[in-house]
């Protein structure tokens, strides 16, 4: 076990996250998968166990990643080994009240504590553990941050752009790449809830040049190509996976 490389991968019980823990399992990795639900992230594991057939394979944390007091746990479940790929996919558009300033401030920071703290935290955590040369950082962004539409989930994910190319900057002469994936629209994840209609559906499929949603692997494919041996010479990026819904700039 000691010589396969290891990732952490929050927001790893389901949809985008799920994919992420299973691809890079298949590219022989072993991985922690942390997020709030101990029991979604078990049977996740469990999943991915069973399909990949490697029984240490995946390991679930159960940790608030906004709390720098649970953030620890995740650390504890590394122990002595190298973190090869730090993967912060938590978060997610959280809704709120707009009725007053209180409300206002409220929906804010928690929309910035879930998308951004979440990954600084985590990230910041993980820095000794991971691998000088060659660790991989990546962060989950949204296509919301390049044109809006979400309000606070908007700002916050654009936040972590800056924050990674600070990030990239600082790590960069320890041979460590920080890069970002922006997703256009995913369809069949928890992210909509029951907010989606058919009609959402079509207007985001007929706003992609490729005629159809995303799903989860498409994101997963473009994380693995980025903490894969191919993409070191890739660092301070935003990679857009959208469908061609928002053009690259």
């Known amino acids: 076990m000691g010589d396969r490389r290891l990732a952490v991968v929050s927001g790893g019980g389901t949809g985008i996250g799920a994919a992420v823990a299973r691809g890079l399992v298949t590219d022989g990795f072993d991985v922690l998968v942390v997020g709030r639900r101990v029991d979604v992230l078990e049977s996740a594991a469990r999943r991915i166990r069973d399909e990949s057939g490697r029984d240490g394979?995946?390991?679930?944390?159960?940790?608030?990643?906004?709390?720098?007091?649970?953030?620890?746990?995740?650390?504890d479940a590394v122990g002595e080994r190298a973190v090869d790929a730090v993967v912060n996919n938590a978060g997610g558009y959280l809704g709120g009240s707009t009725d007053s300033l209180g409300g206002v401030a409220d929906w804010w920071r928690a929309n910035l504590d879930a998308n951004v703290l979440?990954?600084?935290?985590?990230?910041?955590?993980?820095?000794p553990a991971l691998r000088r040369p060659g660790g991989r950082v990546v962060l989950l962004s949204s296509i919301a941050a390049q044109r809006g539409g979400g309000g606070p989930y908007s700002a916050a994910k654009a936040a972590l752009h800056g924050w990674a190319y600070d990030l990239a900057a600082q790590l960069g002469p320890e041979q460590i790449t920080v890069n970002v994936v922006s997703p256009g629209y995913v369809a069949e994840t928890e992210f909509f809830g029951d907010r989606m209609t058919p009609e959402g559906?079509?207007?985001?499929?007929?706003?992609?040049?490729?005629?159809?949603?995303?799903?989860?692997?498409?994101?997963?494919?473009?994380?693995?190509?980025?903490?894969?041996?191919?993409?070191?010479?890739?660092?301070?990026?935003?990679?857009g996976v959208n469908g061609g819904s928002v053009l690259g700039r």
Do not use: M
């Open 57 to 75: 394979a995946v390991t679930a944390v159960a940790a608030d990643l906004t709390d720098p007091g649970q953030v620890g746990a995740v650390v």
């Open 118 to 127: 979440t990954a600084v935290l985590l990230t910041e955590a993980l820095l």
């Open 201 to 239: 559906h079509a207007k985001r499929v007929a706003a992609t040049l490729v005629g159809r949603a995303g799903v989860s692997d498409d994101i997963a494919a473009a994380v693995r190509y980025l903490v894969g041996p191919s993409a070191g010479y890739v660092t301070g990026q935003v990679l």
